[in-house]
């Protein structure tokens, strides 16, 4: 039996990274050959390839949306694709390789640039990775930082005129102080990991450093901080910025000080003087003025925000459009404003519990495969992963997305 080994990955690393190793291994059974995968999911690395497992392997097959180091895969035949190619078009990606139709992978300086000037070419994509490395490393922290926030104002808040307040020195407090340092953090992180997806783990020191600068608007003279758009700016500043310095080629003996003394401090003093003397405040009043427009919304606006928030975050279950709207509301939230994110949870979750429901209910309508991906669906939609709701978009997406679109807006609405 033919081998083949695998690695998936999805910006959030939750749904779309096991959906691709799945329907993979499905796909190698299909015809009689073994393929294992290799996840990086939000929990980390599992079900991980030993040199055994590459030296077997008749190729490989890496469907991912991060960033993956190919090094250990010189020699074998490789193919790179999205991970929606994988979760849609394994079974393709399989024949390929059992075809003998794959490039031979080699990590050679002649590769590496070839393969750098390919990322040049396709700079589009690049940045759209890089935008949701940095994503799926913050959402762990918004969605902490929130629900502490959340549960600290439910359970110890009481109402005043100015709102809701939570008493000093009670625990409500103490853990509204803890949620409040983890969405501290929410800008400084996106910043942090999209720059490392650019420039590796050189970029991560003035990619953090310029999240911290965004979220501090007193360093660029502005009441309010540039928020989560700062934190996208700056971390492809720092990246770019660290990409390049990498370039630069220098004396043998500052080689092996170059990634851990030289660039992040040049990278750091770049990032930090360009943001606080040219980018800072313009981006700061942008982001001021869109919350002041969002908060003074009443009536039919309000319902026009809600419709287009809750569109976005079922159009694409995961994808740019919803991720755009989640850093909206996010950003929010470090702003003081928590009504947006309303529209934005209930939409998030609408989708997968929708199709779980209708699979359990409408049993006639669905295959058993759908039955028991609904139930996976309906799980995840209890704990506001949108994604459960792919299996059932892939199949029939004319009708699926559609009805999932008109639902979140319903939901976000009310």
Not at 65 to 88: A, N
Not at 98 to 116: D, R, V
Not at 314 to 326: E, I, L, T
């Amino acid at each position: 039996m033919k081998k083949i080994i695998a690695i998936t990955s999805c910006p959030v690393g939750i749904a779309h990274t096991y959906m691709a190793a799945e329907n993979l291994e499905k796909a190698g059974k299909a015809v009689g050959a073994e393929v294992k995968v290799e996840t990086h999911g939000s929990i980390g690395i599992e079900n991980e390839l030993t040199a055994k497992d590459i030296e077997e392997a008749a190729g490989v097959i890496i469907a991912a949306d991060t960033k993956i180091d190919k090094s250990r895969f010189g020699g074998k035949p490789l193919i790179t694709v999205g991970v929606q190619e994988g979760i849609h078009h394994a079974d393709e990606l399989v024949g390929e390789i059992l075809a003998g139709k794959a490039p031979i992978y080699k990590s050679t300086e002649t590769t590496i640039s070839a393969e750098t000037k390919s990322e040049s070419e396709n700079l589009g994509k690049k940045i759209y990775k890089s935008l949701m490395n940095g994503v799926s490393y913050m959402v762990p922290f918004v969605v902490t930082g929130g629900l502490l926030i959340a549960i600290s104002l439910t359970l110890g808040g009481t109402a005043t005129p100015e709102g809701i307040k939570i008493p000093e020195g009670t625990i409500w407090a103490t853990m509204n102080s803890i949620g409040s340092i983890a969405m501290g953090l929410m800008v400084p992180i996106l910043s942090a990991f999209i720059a490392q997806s650019i420039a590796d783990r050189p970029g991560l020191v003035p990619g953090f450093i310029g999240g911290m600068l965004a979220a501090n608007g007193a360093l660029y003279g502005s009441d309010a901080n540039a928020g989560f758009l700062g934190g996208i700016i700056t971390g492809f500043l720092a990246g770019f910025i660290a990409l390049g310095i990498k370039k630069v080629r220098v004396p043998k003996a500052l080689q092996s000080i170059m990634p851990i003394i030289v660039i992040p401090i040049l990278g750091s003093l770049a990032v930090g003087f360009v943001f606080i003397y040219v980018i800072g405040e313009p981006v700061a009043l942008l982001f001021s003025s869109l919350t002041h427009f969002l908060a003074g919304m009443q009536g039919g606006s309000e319902i026009v925000l809600a419709m287009i928030l809750g569109a976005m975050i079922a159009f694409d279950m995961g994808g740019p459009f919803n991720k755009v709207a989640f850093l909206f509301g996010s950003g929010l939230i470090a702003e003081g404003n928590y009504s947006i994110m309303g529209p934005i949870a209930v939409a998030i979750c609408i989708p997968p519990l929708a199709l779980g429901l209708a699979s359990l209910i409408l049993k006639t309508k669905f295959t058993k495969t759908e039955r028991e991906a609904g139930k996976a669906s309906l799980a995840m939609g209890l704990f506001g992963i949108t994604e459960g709701a792919i299996p059932f978009a892939s199949t029939d997406p004319l009708r699926v997305i559609p009805s999932i679109v008109v639902g979140a807006m319903t939901g976000s609405v009310i």
